[in-house]
């Protein structure tokens, strides 16, 4: 039976693991892939708990796979062809993974011995309680079958790409074992393996190479150099799976006796025994009789006894995690033994130290002297300038105690010593050299401060503050490479362990002023911290989280939360001991108002005074989340539940304003845990849909795909359906209805409350079940907009708005609210294509700047310029009241010359391509400078790209929106059934005027209506829908043909192109009325925009100089500020001053004599201010 549990997914953990405590005697192994392969580490807990406060890159919140093993504590000596039993040997393998392990005499090792067999079966391997697994045996060797079905044979490259089958098993895995003349083959592999981002744990040899006189000293030199040389250039560890010394396949002239034999292979393992980078080692007997463990006939050789007989060490070296954010590290021991500087600088633990409480700053750290000490990562010796700080009480003992010791072992190191004969002594040894502090000896029995500064060239050594001794050190810390740091430990293993306290304890990357020495010496009685600034709270179902700003004392300890239901008094702690600036308060009761202050603490618990007070009121009928989309994914509810978006999700027209868009690829948004936990619940969003594959999601807020809520716009059943459940698909608890139309926005909610679930569509309840579980019994993690949990579910195809999730559960009447007024006029059809012409500059043009005009609907369909001539140029729509009026906001326009300008879009894509819609709406903004025959503001050509200017040309047009030579507009289609549609106006058109033109065709009513500033001009019946021509025809701006020329080219200027698959009513299209009363918001606009009625037409909530009435003629954002400021004029004299709204300072005036481009110059200093004044000449 399995003696483990194997899961095949984490649930809940998956992408969110960061720091984590693995106790004692276990491995871990992670990765960023669920299958075990990408970025992975393993940790052991050999020595002591681990505790990760960071994990590295590549993981960090990346993680998709976990497995946990026991570890076996193993020496180095092994057997692989003889009994590891008889053998005392603690590992042993067989070239295969059938043989199980026996904890109790020996560990098991598995291989895959070439690459195709054997199979790896995890579960078997877990039943033989394997943590290990070798790769390959010699592929460089061309008479084994690891190098025969590599392909091509030998080949690294095929190896490398294999590495993964072994690193799906989350085993310690081991590289490929080469021969002894395999050098250039294995640290091939090593590099691109690692190249490719596999891990390696470890690097197995083969090894049977003799010394020519059989001299023990010699073949240990021999071997040493062989697997340094493989150890330096992977920078890995070492295992030697077989060797002898010698062997009758490498060396036949120099047989040793069986004495020699013994001599030279006990020098060989004592070497490997006094290596720290070599792990394990196994003799290999089936060679010469002479060579071998036991003689033909029976018994143990010479060798054989003494291999027997010999007790190695441990293999693995214990890894101390190093993945910390900083070299620096600081130690309160408050309770624990972790890193509190937030750098993750955890240590491992040795011997039994106690945290002692009672001491003046609180807790410290006791080490007995007999075998306590921690042992720190390497990370926190590489700093240049350093310092050390710390409080020390010591019981005195023997000399050459260390309170620190950093370094590679007794030739490279930096320590502090209480008293190396007869100083207080800080040492500093690189390469032979060595620089020193000097003081009095520590004190004995009395708490003192002592701090080590290195700055530059000088080092400074402190004792309660003041300066003891500043000498010349020119080495850094950095230099050293440590990679043992100790507190409480020496490099030297005859020095004695530190017996005494130590507490407050600083490593920092910097070297701290006298001052801030000072301060750290202060101790019981100093000053105490500032109190917190900037305390704020946001109330929740049951929960208040509070944030403030951070102290940045040195000595700072952390903070304490205080709480009354009294203003300014009558506080009680709720919680200390807080190291982030930051806490959630989840012991209050709803409907209760509460009062909340802040103090901050130093080491020695020295308390600030209360920062500013905080109320909050926590209660259960809340908005807990709201995504508008107002081109961004945050949560406007106040709350702080922001979307994170992965893909490229782009931006639409919705109901409410701005909707995303998300493309059925890759566009989602994750949403943060915590959004969904109660037992009732409302969501609602408007949904428009693309269509596409069943089992798309809306939303699937859950844990796993077996305990999750989600809503699919298509089931397999085709339907729109919401499902709960936290037993997977069988336990599944529905609410359904007609799957969701496609390409029209819909509203949609679900409603939980106690056992009842509702589902609505436009605000009309569609189906009422009995739901008895809810998201309180899960409490969902991982929670998405677009996606599933399923990974084999498509993505959502389409867009939404107004995504609300609320903690109560709605009435009928609330939801109906949020259909009808939210969007009053119904839903807002999508925008096909929008062009705005505001890519250039002001009276240049395209052909000097931008060769295509932007289609900001997000589709793609962008218009590319054509000319014969000179380009169209881009200019400041500001010529009189009426533009500045209808666009105030779009200060640039295109303007035509009526001879060769025009734009068009020869490759449409999308529904802009087929047009194959039974409703729609072209508009446009159009002033003519001159009015000569037909002037064709938007058209699209027929397949064989000749068009008339009317409807009677051959071949003709599939449509245009136009001015005829009568100077009335017309509107001229091909419909569905293939004929021709036309509708005049009636309005004589005057040049220099501006004004707002619409077609629109509505299937349902049979209709084409034509509108000119919002009033119809003319309707004609016939119209079943758009023509769809299946083929790429050209979209234009500006011009029509004739008789296969150009023809009909506007002369003028055009602006704010929009094309929308509906058809609009005149309070939907973009102006309709330039002389609109500006003291008047439309109620539909304040709605959508403020979600109330309250802001007047001159408010100007985002500051950027266009008012609210500007705003929603314009159709801009009122509460995002606008890029492009709007000038303001005045004229006093022969003096002119322009002015421009106070968050556009730092924008550049400039002017120009003629116009032309290229002769536009700064006005100098313009850019320091929002007004600027000039002379006007005569």
Request: hydrophobic share 35%; with cysteine.
């Amino acid at each position: 039976p399995d003696k483990l549990t194997i899961w095949n997914n984490i649930g809940s953990f998956n992408d969110k693991i960061r720091s984590f405590t693995l106790k004692r005697g276990y491995m871990a192994t992670f990765a960023s892939e669920p299958n075990g392969t990408g970025t992975s580490k393993v940790y052991i807990a050999q020595d002591s708990d681990l505790e990760v406060g960071l994990m590295p890159a590549g993981l960090d919140e990346s993680i998709s796979f976990v497995r946990v093993l026991p570890w076996q504590w193993t020496t180095k000596k092994g057997t692989c062809d003889t009994n590891p039993v008889e053998l005392n040997a603690r590992w042993h393998y067989n070239w295969n993974i059938w043989q199980p392990s026996q904890p109790e005499n020996y560990e098991y090792v598995a291989i895959k011995q070439q690459p195709w067999w054997p199979g790896l079966d995890t579960g078997y391997m877990n039943w033989l309680e394997v943590t290990h697994l070798s790769g390959y045996n010699e592929p460089n060797n061309p008479v084994e079958d690891a190098y025969k079905n590599l392909s091509p044979q030998g080949s690294v490259d095929d190896a490398v790409a294999r590495l993964p089958e072994l690193l799906g098993t989350g085993l310690r895995v081991g590289a490929p074992a080469v021969t002894d003349g395999g050098y250039s083959w294995i640290v091939d592999f090593v590099n691109k393996a690692k190249a490719a981002g596999h891990r390696i744990d470890y690097v197995p040899v083969h090894y049977y190479r003799s010394q020519w006189n059989n001299d023990p000293a010699g073949a240990a030199s021999q071997l040493y150099n062989f697997l340094a040389s493989i150890h330096n250039a992977t920078g890995l560890p070492v295992w030697v799976t077989e060797f002898n010394n010698g062997a009758n396949w490498t060396d036949n002239a120099h047989d040793p006796t069986v004495t020699q034999n013994r001599d030279c292979i006990e020098a060989m393992i004592n070497m490997m025994d006094g290596q720290d980078w070599i792990e394990r080692y196994s003799v290999y007997s089936a060679v010469e009789w002479f060579r071998q463990i036991y003689y033909d006939g029976g018994g143990f050789t010479p060798m054989g006894q003494m291999y027997k007989d010999h007790v190695s060490p441990i293999a693995y070296q214990q890894e101390v995690p190093n993945s910390g954010a900083a070299a620096a590290a600081k130690f309160f021991f408050e309770g624990d033994f972790r890193d509190d500087s937030g750098n993750g600088n955890n240590p491992l633990v040795y011997g039994t130290p106690k945290i002692q409480s009672g001491t003046p700053s609180g807790d410290a750290l006791f080490l007995d002297g007999s075998d306590d000490y921690l042992r720190l990562p390497p990370k926190v010796a590489a700093a240049g300038d350093f310092t050390f700080a710390a409080w020390v009480k010591w019981d005195g003992g023997g000399n050459w105690q260390r309170i620190f010791d950093f370094g590679t072992g007794t030739s490279n190191y930096v320590f502090l010593t209480p008293n190396s004969g007869g100083n207080l002594r800080f040492t500093i040894r690189n390469n032979g050299t060595e620089q020193q502090l000097n003081t009095s000896p520590l004190a004995t029995g009395a708490w003192t401060h002592v701090a080590i500064t290195l700055s530059g060239n000088t080092g400074t050594l402190y004792v309660n503050g003041a300066v003891k001794d500043t000498q010349s050190i020119t080495i850094n810390p950095d230099a050293i490479a440590a990679t043992k740091c100790y507190l409480g430990k020496s490099q030297f293993a005859h020095d004695p362990l530190f017996d005494g306290l130590i507490d407050n304890v600083y490593f920092l990357n910097q070297a701290l002023s006298p001052g801030d020495i000072g301060v750290l010496a202060g101790g019981v009685g100093g000053a105490p911290p500032a109190a917190p600034a900037g305390l704020t709270s946001i109330a929740g179902n049951g929960v208040v989280t509070l944030n403030w700003a951070d102290n940045t004392e040195l000595d700072l300890a952390g903070y304490s939360v205080y709480r009354s239901t009294t203003s300014g008094s009558g506080y009680s702690l709720v919680a200390s001991g807080i190291a982030a600036s930051e806490f959630q308060d989840a012991t209050v009761t709803n409907g209760l108002t509460y009062y909340y202050v802040v103090k901050a603490l130093d080491t020695f618990a020295n308390a600030s005074g209360n920062s500013n007070e905080a109320v909050a009121n926590p209660r259960s009928d809340l908005l807990i989340a709201h995504y508008e989309f107002e081109g961004d994914h945050q949560d406007s509810s106040g709350l702080g539940f922001h979307g994170t978006a992965a893909g490229a999700p782009l931006w639409q027209s919705g109901p409410v304003n701005v909707a995303m868009k998300f493309d059925g690829v890759d566009d989602l948004v994750a949403l943060p845990e915590g959004i969904a936990n109660g037992s009732d619940i409302t969501i609602a969003t408007w949904v428009y849909w693309n269509g596409g594959n069943s089992w798309q999601r809306i939303f699937d807020f859950g844990t796993d795909a077996n305990h999750n809520l989600f809503l699919t716009p298509r089931s397999a059943s085709n339907t729109l359906r919401f499902a709960i459940t936290q037993t997977g698909n069988p336990g599944e608890q529905r609410l359904e209805t007609s799957q969701l139309p496609t390409g029209q926005w819909v509203h949609v909610a679900v409603v939980l409350e106690e056992n009842v679930g509702k589902l609505y569509v436009n605000g009309a309840v569609v189906d009422t079940e009995t739901i008895t579980v809810n998201p309180g019994d899960f409490n969902p993690t991982v929670n998405y907009l677009g996606e599933s949990q399923y990974a084999n579910d498509p993505l959502f195809n389409g867009a939404l708005d107004d995504f609300r999730v609320y903690s109560y559960a709605l009435g009928e009447s609330a939801i109906e609210d949020l259909f009808e007024h939210i969007a009053p006029a119904g839903a807002a059809p999508e925008t096909l294509a929008y062009y705005r012409f505001e890519e250039g500059v002001a009276g240049a043009d395209v052909a000097s700047q931008a060769d295509s005009v932007v289609d900001s609907a997000g589709a793609d369909d962008n218009m590319s310029t054509w000319w014969s001539g000179s380009a169209p140029n881009y200019t400041a729509t500001v010529p009189g009241p009426a533009i500045a009026q209808t666009v105030a906001a779009n200060l640039l326009a295109a303007e035509f010359d009526g001879g060769d300008d025009l734009y068009d879009d020869p490759s449409p894509i999308g529904p802009l391509r087929t047009m194959a819609i039974g409703d729609f709406t072209v508009e446009s903004f159009v002033h003519f400078t001159n009015l000569d025959g037909f002037n064709t503001m938007v058209g699209r050509d027929d397949t064989g790209g000749n068009t008339s200017g009317g409807q009677d040309g051959d071949p003709h047009a599939l449509f245009y929106l136009q001015e005829t030579d009568a100077n009335k507009l017309r509107v001229w289609l091909t419909n569905a059934s293939g004929n021709p549609v036309v509708v005049d106006g009636t309005t004589t058109l005057q040049i220099n005027t501006w004004y707002h033109v619409a077609a629109v065709g509505d299937a349902a009513a049979g209709t084409l209506k034509i509108y000119l500033n919002g009033a119809l001009e003319g309707t004609a019946t016939g119209f079943d829908g758009l023509f769809d021509p299946a083929e790429d025809n050209i979209w234009t701006i500006g011009r029509g043909q004739w008789n296969g020329g150009l023809a009909d080219l506007v002369d003028g200027f055009i602006d704010e192109v929009r094309i929308s698959a509906g058809a609009l009513t005149p309070d939907r299209f973009l102006n309709f009325d330039p002389d609109a009363d500006d003291d008047q918001l439309k109620d539909t606009w304040e709605l959508s925009r403020f979600r109330n009625l309250s802001q007047s037409a001159a408010g100007d909530p985002d500051g950027d100089g266009f008012d609210n009435a500007a705003e929603e003629a314009n159709g801009s954002v009122p509460t995002i500020s606008d890029r492009t400021p709007q000038l303001g004029m005045s004229i006093s004299g022969d003096r002119l001053t322009l002015t421009w709204p106070v968050n556009h300072i730092g924008w550049r005036l400039e002017h120009s004599e003629d116009l032309e481009p290229g002769s536009w110059t700064v006005l100098p200093g313009s850019e320091e201010t929002n007004s600027y004044e000039v002379f006007m000449y005569q």
